[in-house]
């Protein structure tokens, strides 16, 4: 069974930083690509950024490019997303996800944490 479990959220002025970590239990990593969304109220899930596990590739949505960085630790089977220079309008429910395809679609992801929240101050 695959669990995604993310934890790190919580509330910080903007300009501060939070690192969000994504546990994972169940994923035979190989070209898994896992990714970070985003979903704030009122508004569609938006992807934030994805790696895929075995080369490391990074992809960002331009809205947090230069802000936000993902990485993985293969040890821990973990994903972080570490947030820094964040806005207030990045507030937001943040979910970790995992499929097969290297895509920025939500729908292409078949694995779902419950989500971790983000609020930013101004």
């Known amino acids: 069974q695959v669990q995604l479990v993310e934890s790190g959220g919580g509330l910080v002025q903007a300009g501060g930083s939070l690192r969000l970590s994504c546990a994972t239990s169940?994923?035979?990593?190989?070209?898994?690509?896992m990714g970070w969304f985003r979903q704030a109220p009122g508004k569609e899930r938006e992807f934030v950024a994805r790696?895929?596990?075995?080369?490391?590739?990074?992809h960002y949505t331009d809205s947090v490019n230069g802000r936000f960085t993902i990485s993985r630790d293969n040890a821990k089977n973990t994903v972080m997303l570490q947030m820094n220079s964040l806005k207030p309008e990045d507030t937001a429910v943040y979910y970790c996800?995992?499929?097969?395809?290297?895509?920025?679609?939500?729908?292409?992801?078949?694995?779902w944490g419950q989500g971790t929240q983000v609020t930013v101050s101004s």
């Open positions: 996800a995992g499929g097969l395809s290297y895509t920025s679609r939500p729908r292409d992801y078949t694995y």
């Open positions: 169940g994923l035979t990593f190989g070209s898994y690509v």
């Open positions: 790696i895929r596990w075995n080369t490391g590739w990074t």
